[in-house]
T-cell receptor, first 119, second 116 residues
Framework: DSGVTQTPKHLITATGQRVTLRCSPRSGDLSVYWYQQSLDQGLQFLIH???????AKGNILERFSAQQFPDLHSELNLSSLELGDSALYFC??????????????????FGPGTRLTVL | AQTVTQSQPEMSVQEAETVTLSCTYDTSESDYYLFWYKQPPSRQMILVIRQEAYKQQNATENRFSVNFQKAAKSFSLKISDSQLGDAAMYFCAYRGYKAAGNKLTFGGGTRVLVKP
């Protein structure tokens, strides 16, 4: 158990719908990262939040948005869902990672993922 | 942009034998981290081993070791004395020092099958 929790575990919805995925980081971790794992795109970075602020964006669609709340949990919102959005969505957390890169190593601990199926 | 390539979609190994997984990467940075993650059927991502690019010594963690060739931009993982529990997808990942934030760039993965 990494200490990172994600809810729900599974989500089945229809095209055009909107869903929210939730992530609670490990106690004390300030950074939250979202990754998408799909058959087409593999594992790819979506977005990184540090202490409530967006730090980096990856290949995140405009239909997707995220935020990190004062209690440090994060939500990933996916709207106007398409069949191709079906994937495993991982959240990871790390202690820091707030500055641009840097020499400090901060291991990312991954949650169990949310399996999204769009029908 | 950094890219990570794993050229072996699947590798098979006999229990107690050794298997080596290949990974190459492309970067213009001189300082970075490299990782191997294991993803068993449970889908949980588990860090197996990490290597700092500034360190010449190859990292080892019990039965897992790496062969880091910085000039060749190669980072292979050797699993010794393979066990049934090693059966999983293995992902090579890169994190640059200068990259904004702390994002990981993953390769496409290699599935390891362990035969009893």
């Amino acid at each position: 158990d990494s200490g990172v929790t994600q809810t729900p575990k599974h989500l089945i919805t229809a095209t055009g719908q909107r869903v929210t995925l939730r992530c609670s980081p490990r106690s004390g971790d300030l950074s939250v990262y979202w990754y998408q794992q799909s058959l087409d795109q593999g594992l790819q970075f979506l977005i990184h939040y540090y202490n409530g602020e967006e730090r980096a964006k990856g290949n995140i669609l405009e239909r997707f948005s995220a935020q990190q709340f004062p209690d440090l949990h994060s939500e990933l919102n996916l709207s106007s869902l398409e069949l191709g959005d079906s994937a495993l969505y991982f959240c990871a957390s790390s202690l820091s990672g707030g500055l641009a890169g840097g020499l400090t190593y901060n291991e990312q601990f991954f949650g169990p993922g949310t399996r999204l199926t769009v029908l | 942009a950094q890219t990570v390539t794993q050229s072996q979609p699947e590798m098979s190994v006999q229990e107690a034998e050794t298997v080596t997984l290949s990974c190459t990467y492309d970067t213009s940075e001189s300082d970075y981290y490299l990782f191997w993650y294991k993803q068993p059927p449970s889908r949980q991502m588990i860090l197996v081993i990490r290597q700092e690019a500034y360190k010449q010594q190859n990292a080892t963690e019990n039965r897992f070791s790496v062969n880091f060739q910085k000039a060749a931009k190669s980072f292979s993982l050797k699993i010794s004395d393979s066990q049934l529990g090693d059966a999983a997808m293995y992902f090579c990942a890169y994190r640059g020092y200068k990259a904004a934030g702390n994002k990981l760039t993953f390769g496409g993965g290699t599935r390891v099958l362990v035969k009893p």
